[in-house]
């Protein structure tokens, strides 16, 4: 593909995730030539045309998701359905050479979504998770602050993401996909905690090697999947990590990551307001506590970022905010953490 301009295809039902953000950041996104939307339902149509206006007209609404890759034939496609319906899809785009950017987890085993990922490689296509908290300023100054060595050898690393139990405690909650294990894949880890487990792989450079901890129903609302986690991380480098995962609180959200090394230690709150700190002892760096803050509109629309960043790699102008490995190794984290915490054992994770 060259820096010509892409068509994107939106695969989606009325239970997915996010599909209003999806098609606010593909309307805004430069390089985008035309979208199409399939939805069996035709509950999406609406909500697509409201948004999407002069990039979506009557022709480019499909019921079935073969028949607009087929027809439209995008360049790439976004999925976003229920989590035990998006791999057999997302492999449908590829087997056709589309691109994809998936919401995710994408898949209730890892397994499945390694599938896919050996598939995009032989096809030579772009599987996307959307991580998108990857393209955070404060993500990008701690990755830059990281692997300038500043912080020398890296030690060790504290997060935690938190989210209301309130919503668990809803009936329409309760009876969703979401609250049911074989179909969402698992509860706050999968949903929401994928995205620190990301991060601090992202940040770090470095690759989980084994898991261990605990994932259970601690507030014990009548839901299959977990409400907490609490894993214990080991690198392959030597950092040593822990991260506290789970709906905890009435509202809103408190989050962490702290990273120590051997000449400092950085810290950020990405769903705070306070500046992402950094302090070394490294010949090189400033004295005293370094402060860096965002000053961009990234927060407006996170994901604007990430998907303007999927067709710019589309279109040969960068390489893609993610690889399908990149996905991959974070969902074998999250599974390898499940099992852990079902036979109290130790997980190591393959290279692969």
């Known amino acids: 593909m060259n820096s010509e301009l892409i068509k994107i295809g939106v695969i989606t039902e009325p239970s997915a995730a996010h599909l209003e953000i999806y098609l606010d950041s593909v309307k805004d996104c430069r390089g985008v030539r035309g979208v199409a939307i399939a939805d069996p339902s035709g509950e999406s149509f609406q909500i697509a045309e409201g948004i999407l206006k002069d990039r979506l007209r009557s022709t480019e609404r499909y019921l079935n998701h073969l028949e607009m890759i087929n027809t439209f034939e995008p360049d790439m496609v976004v999925v976003t359905l229920e989590s035990h319906h998006a791999a057999v899809v997302i492999r449908m785009a590829l087997e056709a050479n589309c691109h994809v950017l998936s919401e995710k987890p994408a898949c209730v085993r890892a397994v499945d979504f390694a599938d896919l990922v050996q598939l995009a490689e032989a096809r030579r296509r772009h599987l996307m998770l959307a991580l998108a908290n990857r393209l955070n300023p404060l993500v990008q100054e701690s990755k830059r602050v ?17 989210a209301d139990q309130t919503r668990l405690t ?19 880890l999968i949903w929401l905690g994928i995205h620190w487990l990301d991060l601090i792989q992202y940040i770090s450079g470095d690759r989980i090697h084994q898991v261990c901890g605990f994932s259970e129903n601690v507030g014990g609302q009548p839901i299959e999947v977990e409400d907490a986690s609490a894993l214990t991380l080991k690198f392959r480098k030597g950092m040593l990590g822990t991260f506290q995962s789970g709906y905890f609180l009435d509202r809103g959200y408190q989050s962490q990551i702290a990273i120590w090394g051997s000449q400092g230690w ?35 629309n996170e994901y604007l970022s990430f998907v303007q960043a999927a067709v710019d790699a589309i279109r040969g102008l960068r390489e893609p905010p993610i690889s399908g490995r990149e996905g991959l190794s974070v969902l074998k984290v999250i599974f390898a953490l499940y099992k852990a915490a079902e036979t109290g054992l130790v997980q190591s994770l393959s290279d692969s």
């Open 146 to 162: 990281v692997e300038s060595g500043l912080l020398g050898k890296l030690y060790g690393a504290n997060l935690y993401f938190l």
């Open 170 to 188: 809803n009936s329409d909650y309760q009876q969703s996909w979401w609250s049911i294990k074989s179909k969402a894949g698992g509860g706050h």
């Open 266 to 300: 950085l810290r950020c709150d990405l769903l705070g307001r306070d500046p992402m700190q950094w302090y070394s002892i490294h010949p090189a760096a400033p004295a005293g506590v370094q402060s860096f803050s965002d000053t961009t509109d990234y927060s407006s």
